[in-house]
Nanobody, 119 residues
Framework: VQLQASGGGLVQPGGSLTLSCVGS????????MAWFRQAPGKDREFVIG?????????YGDVVQGRAFTISRDNAKNTVYLQMNNLKPEDTAIYYC????????????WGQGTQVTVSS
């Protein structure tokens, strides 16, 4: 069972990135899926998450009022994170995670993808 995150890279302030997270080994279609991030020297923090049917989206404090959007394609076992108007403080390793019971207990984690926002 694996989650594979990709799509990170170097982007200028104000730019956009879309991260992808592909699951394998089991269906993640019924899981609450989320993105976390961890900046150097800081704790990992919750970014955004979505219920399996897409009816519920939870936003972390770090993205309140920001143009970050989560989406998912259960047929492809994939979740996405669209990030617009990025700022240097968004620089971090971004991880996807799956919570099979929707109880904020994340059992499966991706390996992370680096996002660097810099001019």
């Amino acid at each position: 069972v694996q989650l594979q995150a990709s799509g990170g890279g170097l982007v200028q302030p104000g730019g956009s990135l879309t991260l992808s997270c592909v699951g394998s080994g089991r269906s993640f279609g019924r899981d609450f899926m989320a993105w976390f991030r961890q900046a150097p020297g800081k704790d990992r923090e919750f970014v955004i998450g979505m219920s399996w049917g897409g009816s519920q989206t939870k936003y972390g404090d770090v993205v309140q009022g920001r143009a970050f959007t989560i989406s998912r394609d259960n047929a492809k076992n994939t979740v996405y994170l669209q990030m617009n108007n990025l700022k240097p403080e968004d620089t971090a390793i971004y991880y996807c995670a799956a919570d099979p019971s929707s109880t904020a207990t994340y059992v499966y984690w991706g390996q992370g993808t680096q996002v660097t926002v810099s001019s």
